[in-house]
């Protein structure tokens, strides 16, 4: 085993204190007991009480959570069987634009994409609220869903499907015994990305939401324009530890999975 | 019958939500400003046939856009800011991409997570963090102060400054991973055969590593170029009065001068400004896909 070079532990260190030292300033002043964020002034959990009860924060929240289940799962059936089309459907008319089509949304700006949504809707006359803001959000997202699946589906050997089908199964029942729990961690993991993105999403959310509905990133975004809040700390704080939480856990499984999986390699080789 | 259902569903989806909206988009840019709402007057009329339009069409809000200051300004301004960001992102991230892939085995799947968690926290709260470190009373002046390095408190927040150091922060993930990925896989004899025949270390270094890294830090740079080109959020919140970008410029088009038309054609000519980086963006990692197969 090899040392690290003093500039190789240093960059790591520098680098990471970049990365994390803000967010850890975040959560210790969310603890902070005065009003001024910049202030110590001594421990403190009572900005999570006045944050617990702020109704108009509770409702944006629910609203986003709303959002987020919705499009992502939304998302991710369309963005797999976008990606099975793309991998598995062959030639057909209009291939290319339809792979154009997924791969835009990705490099697009946040901003064109909601104004041109926010121009669609009024066009047909439909109204802002949730339905709008789930309509846009599954679109950027099942093209994110669509990579993490065909990514997945690219590497995975065809032959099995076709065994499958040789053997009688019909290509619905092949899809779902074969190749559905193969591709499973890439649908799992292409749901989550979707989620997140839905639930951090704050410019194509501005454009598509009305009145009636207005989600956490919107609500967050108009009252940090007015400066740093205590209450936004308590907020912030709350959101990491949830996505740090999810991550951890995740990847745990994951680990576990990868364990698991080598083993029953290991044992299907003795044999 | 049953394929083509499957390949209906998604098609049908992303053409209507995709492309017809930008259909209309190019089609308010070439309309009037009208004070109604929606508050422009359409000139696309059906009844009187693509032909007529064609003959009408009239490309106003495109010559407003060059004889105003405002925005020539704005889309340079844009694309420098990427590029300023897009280097130093280069500069902090290949140091610790460099240092991760030479990190040992066991340590990597964990600094690999440690880069990865902060892009699944809200992009939004990342930029916030700043707000409150960047300030005149911010953690930052209050340190230098308290180190008397500095005896008055320095103006970051609302500078252009704020807006690289955000931008840096919030990219990050980008450039590394795949530099990493390139550093990863390089064999390490490569360079003990450049040092054996006579390389010092930095020659070693600039000769063989940096070039063997090359798809990964071209990689990098355009996911961090192309979507800062358009970017909103860190502008608006770190950049002052005087930060142009022009994705601060759509909105305020949008949201407040509620002057469609204009908006509409921004986001036209900004499209057209992408167009460039992200077709030589394709090409690389096409190029990348072949050299590995």
């Known amino acids: 085993m090899k040392r690290m070079s003093w500039f190789n532990t240093v960059s790591l260190t520098l680098g990471f204190a970049f990365l994390y030292v803000p967010m850890l300033i975040l959560v210790i002043y969310s603890f902070n007991e005065s009003k001024l964020v910049t202030v110590w002034a001594g421990f403190s959990t009572k900005w999570y009480g006045t944050l617990l009860q702020n109704e108009a ?13 919705m499009s992502s799962t939304i998302a991710t059936v369309l963005g797999t069987m976008a ?13 290319t634009l339809f792979s154009g089509m997924i791969y835009a949304p990705l490099v697009m700006p946040e901003v064109i994409t909601g104004l041109s949504l926010l121009l669609l809707f009024i066009g047909i006359g439909l109204d802002r609220g949730v339905l709008t803001i789930v309509l846009a959000h599954t679109t950027f997202s099942m093209c994110y869903v669509s990579v993490v699946v065909s990514s997945r589906l690219v590497t995975f050997d065809k032959s099995l499907e076709e065994a499958a089908l040789d053997l009688g199964c019909s290509p619905a029942q092949a899809f779902r ?44 975004y108009s009252a940090v324009r007015l400066g740093v809040s205590p209450e936004i700390n308590a907020l912030s704080t709350l959101m990491i530890a949830i996505v740090t939480f999810g991550v951890i856990v ?22 | ?31 009037d400003v009208a004070l109604a709402r929606p508050p422009y007057a359409p000139h696309f009329d059906w009844a009187t046939g693509i032909w007529a339009f064609l003959a009408e069409l009239d490309f106003e809000n495109f010559v407003w856009l060059t004889e105003d200051d405002l925005y020539w300004k704005a889309y340079l301004s844009s694309l420098k800011i990427a590029f300023v960001s897009t280097v130093l992102t280069l500069l902090v991230g290949y140091p610790m991409a460099y240092a991760m892939a030479r990190a040992p085995q066991e340590w990597r799947a964990t600094l690999m ?28 002046n209050q340190f230098l102060m308290w180190t008397g390095v500095i005896s008055e408190p320095l103006v970051i927040l609302n500078t252009n400054t704020a807006v690289y150091i955000g931008i840096v922060y919030t990219y990050l993930p980008f450039m590394i991973l795949p530099i990493y990925a390139a550093l990863e896989r390089l064999d390490e004899s490569l360079i003990e055969a450049a040092e054996d025949l006579g390389c010092s270390r930095f020659t070693a270094f600039w000769l063989v590593t940096i070039p063997l890294s090359k798809a990964g830090i071209i990689a990098g740079s355009f996911l961090v170029f ?3 080109l358009g970017e909103f959020v860190i502008p608006s919140l770190l950049g002052g009065s005087d930060t142009l970008m022009i994705g ?11 002057d469609w038309p204009v908006a509409s054609a921004v986001a036209v000519v900004l499209l057209l400004l992408l167009i460039i980086p992200i077709v030589l963006f394709q090409r690389n990692q096409q190029k990348q896909q072949e050299a590995d197969q």
């Open chain 1, 57 to 69: 924060f509770l409702n944006a929240a629910w609203v986003t959570i709303k959002v987020a289940v």
């Open chain 1, 83 to 95: 990606a099975y089309v793309l991998v598995r459907g062959g030639r057909f008319m209009g291939r």
């Open chain 1, 177 to 220: 015994l074969v190749t559905l729990p193969i591709i499973a961690p890439a649908v799992i993991s292409g749901w989550l990305l979707a989620f997140t993105l839905s639930l951090d999403d704050l410019v194509i959310a501005s454009f598509t939401s009305g009145p009636a509905a207005t989600t956490l990133p919107i609500k967050i």
């Open chain 1, 250 to 271: 995740t990847s745990l499984i994951n680990k576990r999975q990868m364990v698991r999986q080598k083993r029953d390699e290991q044992t299907a080789e003795r044999s």
């Open chain 2, 1 to 31: 019958m049953r394929r083509f259902t499957l390949i209906a569903i998604p098609y049908v989806w992303l053409l209507a939500l995709f492309l017809v909206p930008f259909a209309i988009v190019l089609k308010i840019s070439l309309s």
């Open chain 2, 113 to 140: 997570m440690l880069v990865i968690l902060p892009f699944w926290t809200s992009f939004l709260i990342r930029v916030y963090a700043w707000m409150g470190i960047l300030s005149n009373e911010g953690l930052l």
């Open chain 2, 226 to 228: 192309i979507p800062v």
């Open chain 2, 248 to 258: 601060k410029v759509l909105w305020e088009e949008f949201f407040s001068n509620r």
